[in-house]
């Protein structure tokens, strides 16, 4: 029965889904359940930092409920986009309605779609890769694919890495300087990889090419069936989520660096280059993303694994209530700068 726990995930765009049948100031449902309400639940749960045993990991990783509860996320999904747009074209939402469920959806999108894309963009199997993908459309972040797994895991915590937000930096500022230099990271590593296979630009292997009409044929399928209206909030709904991503890559590493060695190469990514919370909470809620620390060190071990370590930097609060805490930077600055190992803060 433990193991239904992260049933909880799916509140997120249940939340949503109570907006859109409402309506009404429950629009606005699912920002409150997810930085008022779980930020409550985290501050009265316990923090547990306990790890499994070997037979347990052995055990968890043969069942398959954990997979399924990931797979599960693509029609919910797509259910509550598609349920959305389609409202638009039949029912008058007022703009306060608008407003909130375009930002309910695009955190349903983010929480639960880049989220798991997230998590099964680094599986080993096509099938899998080929749901994280699909995950990413309606959030317009494909690339995220490609900078992700070959530039974030191998940049983490240096200045090379837009994911990884400097010390003093604000979180508005991150929403940029992150959003513009991970698409044009991804486009480099995508050329680059083309150069070391011998392939030309207008390749099968050139995924951000079709990444981009992939997404360009989503907003034009949409366009064409509701609307040039309804595709404006398609996309709005995909910044939405972009921004939802981009918080969370904020707080995950905010002014931690690895050093350089002797030979001029960073250090090796280690448990002490992500910020990590063990508030039972957020890790539900989250797929255990808030263990960002074992991830980072291990980036193949699945969700439902992973560990927590003594000498990772532990966040005083969970994930969404760190995420609430970033908005105000004065605050977020007078909590965390203390907590960042001062061989890591700048020296001048």
């Known amino acids: 029965m433990k193991d239904l726990k992260y049933l909880a995930a799916y509140s997120i765009p249940l939340a949503t889904i109570v907006g859109l049948f409402l309506k009404g100031n429950w629009a606005f449902f699912t920002p409150v359940f997810a930085f008022i309400i779980i930020p409550v639940f985290e501050l009265l749960l316990p923090v547990k930092t306990e790890n499994l045993s070997a037979k347990e990991v052995t055990s968890k990783l043969k069942n398959p409920l954990f997979d399924a509860l990931l797979y599960l996320n693509l029609p919910l999904v797509y259910g509550v986009v598609g349920w959305f747009l389609w409202s638009l074209t039949w029912f008058e939402y007022s703009t306060t309605e608008l407003v909130g469920l375009t930002i309910s959806v695009g955190i349903a999108v983010g929480g639960n779609g880049i989220n798991v894309a997230h998590e099964l963009g680094h599986r080993n199997t096509r099938f899998e890769k080929t749901l994280a993908k699909i995950l990413l459309i309606p959030a317009l972040y494909m690339h995220f694919y490609v900078e992700h797994n070959y530039g974030h895991h191998l940049n983490a915590a240096t200045a090379e890495d837009p994911a990884s937000a400097r010390y003093n930096q604000t979180v508005y500022s991150f929403w940029f300087t992150s959003m513009f230099r991970q698409y044009v990271s991804a486009w480099n590593i995508q050329l680059k990889l083309l150069k070391r296979a011998e392939k030309s630009f207008f390749s099968l292997q050139n995924d951000m090419l079709y990444y981009t009409i992939i997404q360009l044929l989503y907003?034009?399928?949409?366009?064409?069936?509701?609307?040039?209206?309804?595709?404006?909030?398609?996309?709005?709904?995909?910044?939405?989520?972009?921004?939802?991503?981009?918080?969370?890559?904020?707080?995950?590493?905010?002014?931690?660096?690895?050093?350089?060695?002797?030979?001029?190469?960073?250090?090796?990514?280690?448990?002490?280059?992500?910020?990590?919370?063990?508030?039972?909470?957020?890790?539900?809620?989250?797929?255990?993303?808030?263990?960002?620390?074992?991830?980072?060190?291990?980036?193949?071990?699945?969700?439902?694994?992973?560990?927590?370590?003594?000498?990772?930097?532990?966040?005083?609060?969970?994930?969404?209530?760190?995420?609430?805490?970033?908005?105000?930077?004065?605050?977020?600055?007078?909590?965390?700068?203390?907590?960042i190992p001062v061989e890591m803060k700048p020296t001048s």
């Open 219 to 339: 907003l034009g399928v949409i366009t064409y069936f509701f609307g040039v209206f309804v595709a404006a909030i398609a996309i709005g709904i995909g910044v939405t989520s972009a921004i939802l991503l981009e918080t969370i890559n904020y707080i995950e590493h905010y002014g931690l660096s690895r050093n350089k060695t002797k030979s001029g190469r960073y250090e090796r990514v280690s448990e002490v280059h992500s910020w990590n919370s063990n508030h039972v909470m957020g890790r539900v809620i989250l797929y255990e993303l808030t263990r960002h620390s074992d991830h980072h060190y291990k980036s193949a071990k699945k969700y439902q694994v992973l560990d927590y370590h003594d000498v990772s930097p532990q966040m005083p609060f969970g994930y969404p209530t760190s995420m609430l805490l970033a908005l105000v930077p004065p605050l977020w600055f007078k909590i965390m700068n203390k907590r």
